[in-house]
């Protein structure tokens, strides 16, 4: 296991529209090594999810694995490792919301977001089983999210509002305060996907 590089924006590879994974590949060395060392890549940089895009392996998988509780991400609910092989996503309810989002490729930015609240994933598990969970709320915006590297989409092409991009740390100085006086901004919690 190997913590990689994350490729930054700029980086063809993340403009790419990454191919789906083969049945027969999904038990081989080679993907689960390239798993593991998604794994080890998420933890060492400290994000929340991560796509294969991102260590540079255009392929259509993506991990989600959210710590829960008090983190530095604010108070989230814990989401177990999740790793996804071909996802697709069905929306339930078209209803959007906007988080400030982050991105392992974009370091150091936060923009506003909307999307929608309500969505039902598909996917392939690594035994090659289909698998459908639904998500609401943040963890719907984190799946959207990491499913939009699979078709070289990154979160500023989703800015509605080009105000509403920042640095973090201008964001944590000048946004956040704003935001926990209840102004019309939105939710607030950070994510680095
Ligand atoms: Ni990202």
Redo the contacts with the bound molecule.
């Keep these: 296991m190997a913590v990689r590089k994350i490729i930054r924006m700029g980086h063809p590879v993340l403009r790419r529209r990454a191919r789906p994974l083969r049945r027969e590949e999904l038990d081989s060395v080679v993907l689960h090594r390239l798993i593991a060392d998604m794994v080890d890549t998420l933890h060492d940089y400290g994000g929340i999810g991560l ?1 294969a895009p ?1 260590v540079n392996e255009s392929v259509r998988l993506a991990l989600i694995e959210i710590p829960g509780g008090p983190t530095r991400y604010g108070e989230l609910d814990h989401v177990p490792l999740t790793v996804c092989v071909n996802p697709e996503i069905e929306i339930v309810d078209e209803t959007a919301a906007g988080y400030w989002e982050g ?3 974009i370091p150091g930015l936060r923009g506003f977001v909307e999307r929608p609240q309500h969505i039902r994933v598909h996917f392939l598990d690594l035994g090659g089983e289909r698998r459908e969970l639904e998500a609401t709320g943040f963890l719907a915006t984190v799946f959207q ?2 499913f939009d ?1 699979l078709d070289g989409r ?2 500023v092409d989703r800015i509605k509002d080009p105000t509403r991009l920042a640095f973090e740390e201008e964001f944590a100085r000048y946004v956040l305060p704003l935001e926990r006086e209840g102004e019309p901004a939105g939710e607030s919690a950070d994510a680095s ?1």
């Design positions: 796509a991102q991105c392992l490729s999210h990491e590297h990154l979160f996907a």
